[in-house]
T-cell receptor, first 119, second 110 residues
Framework: NAGVMQNPRHLVRRRGQEARLRCSPMKGHSHVYWYRQLPEEGLKFMVYLQKENIIDESGMPKERFSAEFPKEGPSILRIQQVVRGDSAAYFC?????????????????FGAGSRLTVL | RKEVEQDPGPFNVPEGATVAFNCTYSNSASQSFFWYRQDCRKEPKLLMSVYSSGNEDGRFTAQLNRASQYISLLIRDSKLSDSATYLCVVNAAGGFKTIFGAGTRLFVKA
């Protein structure tokens, strides 16, 4: 079991460029979560997706950020026109089933993260 | 007020010491609670779930006080390898977000 795979592990972009971060969930997991962690801070929820559906994007900035989880392939977090403040570690997590009112929280398994540096 | 608050520390303790962390949460409807551990520049990993009745896993004991809306983690007989940041994690009933506290840093020294 390969676990949650994220790539690239490190990404350097200049201001104004686009960043694409990819996440493949654990085998058998169909739910993906993206979190951002700024230096010396905690993880901030960004978005929760199932295949082909965005379930909760309340933590996503209104502009420049988007996420998808297509039927085939990894989940992608896309940041357009990056700024220095986007520099952070972006963690993806997956769970076998969703977090619903009935089921409560499922344990999240995290990938190793993608560290974005904007010059 | 933050949804999940933790004392950032750092806690500096000698090997063999007992150390306790507390965490408070603001949403009284929260249903699920966890402690995660994060090593420097690594991903968070589940340490243990927290149940109302309290639970223990080896040297680690977690407690939940719903009335006061706080969660605790007790580490006995600290090891050098316990040095890490401990994240308090809460999920609200009916919510999709799992909320992480900013973490408490622990340094265990020989």
């Amino acid at each position: 079991n390969a676990g949650v795979m994220q790539n690239p592990r490190h990404l350097v972009r200049r201001r104004g460029q686009e960043a694409r971060l990819r996440c493949s969930p654990m085998k058998g997991h169909s739910h993906v979560y993206w979190y951002r962690q700024l230096p010396e801070e905690g993880l901030k929820f960004m978005v929760y997706l199932q295949k082909e559906n965005i379930i909760d994007e309340s933590g996503m900035p209104k502009e420049r950020f988007s996420a998808e989880f297509p039927k085939e392939g990894p989940s992608i977090l896309r940041i357009q026109q990056v700024v220095r403040g986007d520099s952070a570690a972006y963690f993806c997590a997956s769970s076998p089933s969703g977090q619903t009112k009935a089921s409560g929280a499922n344990v999240l398994t995290f990938g190793a993260g993608s560290r974005l540096t904007v010059l | 007020r933050k949804e999940v608050e933790q004392d950032p520390g750092p806690f500096n303790v000698p090997e063999g010491a007992t150390v306790a962390f507390n965490c408070t949460y603001s949403n009284s409807a929260s249903q699920s609670f966890f402690w995660y551990r994060q090593d420097c520049r690594k991903e968070p990993k589940l340490l243990m779930s927290v149940y109302s009745s309290g639970n223990e896993d080896g040297r680690f004991t977690a407690q939940l006080n719903r009335a006061s809306q706080y969660i605790s983690l007790l580490i006995r007989d600290s090891k050098l390898s316990d040095s890490a940041t401990y994240l308090c994690v809460v999920n609200a009933a009916g919510g999709f977000k799992t909320i992480f506290g900013a973490g408490t840093r622990l340094f265990v020294k020989a």
